[in-house]
C-alpha cells in the first residue's frame, strides 16, 4: 500500500474553531500531511496568533476570523475565500462550545447558543463548502466532530448532547445528498481529551477519576491523537467512506 493514499499534498483545508485546542491539533497535523491550512476562530488576535505559530513551523497557513454561527459572516467569509482564489478541498467542522446545567434550570438562549455553535454552523458552514465543492466537480471532504454525546448522555449537558446527536445524522445526511458528487461526510467522536475546555474537568479529582476508571485506556486523550482519524477521513484512503463517524475514545463506548 502507497503512503500517497494519505498524502493531503495540494489540498487545502478549513478548520473552524482552531486557534487552539483539539482544532489546532488537527489543522497541524493535516498541515504536517501536506494540507494548506485555514484557521478560524471568533477573536482575531487569536488566530493570527495560531496562524504565526503553524507559520513559523513551516507550514503554508491562513487565518480567517469569523462567528460560525453567523450566516452572513459565513456566507461573506466564503466570499473572501473566492476573492483570494483559494478554494476548501477539505473542512472540519469543530467549533464548539459547552453549557452545564440541568434542564430544569436552562434558560432557551442558552440551548440556542450551544445548539446554534455546535450544529447549526455545521450546516450553514457545510453548505457553502459543498456547493463550491460541487460547482467545481472535483468532489471533496467533510468532517463534522460528533461526541460520546452523540450516542449516549450525561446530566446537565442537555444542549451539548443534542447538538452532538445531531451531528451524527447531519454528517448522514450530507452523505445521502452529496455522495454522488463525490463528496465524502464523515465524523470524528472524541472521548474525554485534555483540552482548555476540560481543564476544570481534569482538576477535578472525583471526575478525573470517574473518566479513568470508565475508560479501559485508564487516561484522558490527547489532542494529536485525532489527528490519525482526521488524516485518514481528509485523504484518498477514504474515498469510500461516507456517513460514518469514528470514535476516538480510549474504548469508552465499548464497555458497559
Not at 507550514?59 to 452572513?72: I, S
Not at 455545521?122 to 450516542?151: D, Q
Not at 449516549?152 to 451524527?168: C, D, H, N, S
Request: net charge neutral.
Amino acid at each position: 500500500m502507497s503512503l500517497a493514499l494519505f498524502s493531503l499534498a495540494g489540498r487545502t483545508a478549513l478548520i473552524t474553531g482552531s486557534a487552539r485546542g483539539l482544532g489546532l491539533a488537527m489543522a497541524r497535523g493535516l498541515a504536517e500531511a501536506g494540507a494548506a491550512v485555514i484557521l478560524n476562530g471568533t477573536s482575531v488576535d487569536g488566530t493570527n496568533a495560531a496562524c504565526e505559530k503553524l507559520a513559523e513551523e513551516g507550514h503554508k497557513v491562513h487565518a480567517l476570523a469569523f462567528d460560525v454561527t453567523d450566516d452572513a459572516a459565513v456566507l461573506a467569509a466564503f466570499g473572501s475565500l473566492d476573492t483570494d482564489g483559494i478554494q476548501v478541498d477539505i473542512l472540519i467542522n469543530n467549533a464548539g462550545i459547552q453549557f452545564r446545567k440541568p434542564m430544569v434550570d436552562l434558560d432557551p438562549a442558552d440551548w440556542r447558543r450551544v445548539v446554534e455553535t455546535n450544529l447549526t454552523s455545521a450546516f450553514l458552514i457545510g453548505r457553502e463548502a459543498a456547493r463550491r465543492m460541487i460547482a467545481r466537480g472535483s468532489g471533496g471532504k467533510i468532517i463534522n466532530i460528533a461526541s460520546l454525546t452523540s450516542e449516549v448522555a450525561r446530566a446537565t449537558v442537555a444542549p451539548y448532547t443534542a447538538a452532538k446527536g445531531g451531528i451524527k445524522l447531519l454528517t448522514r445526511s450530507m452523505a445521502a445528498e452529496w455522495a454522488e458528487y463525490g463528496i465524502q461526510a464523515n465524523a470524528i467522536g472524541p472521548g474525554y481529551m485534555a483540552t482548555d475546555m476540560n481543564q476544570a474537568l481534569m482538576s477535578d479529582p472525583k471526575f478525573d477519576a470517574w473518566v479513568k476508571g470508565r475508560t479501559p485506556a485508564r487516561r484522558w486523550g490527547l489532542p494529536e491523537e485525532l489527528v490519525g482519524a482526521a488524516v485518514f477521513l481528509a485523504s484518498p484512503a477514504s474515498n469510500y467512506v461516507n456517513g460514518q463517524v469514528i470514535y476516538v475514545d480510549g474504548g469508552m463506548l465499548a464497555v458497559l
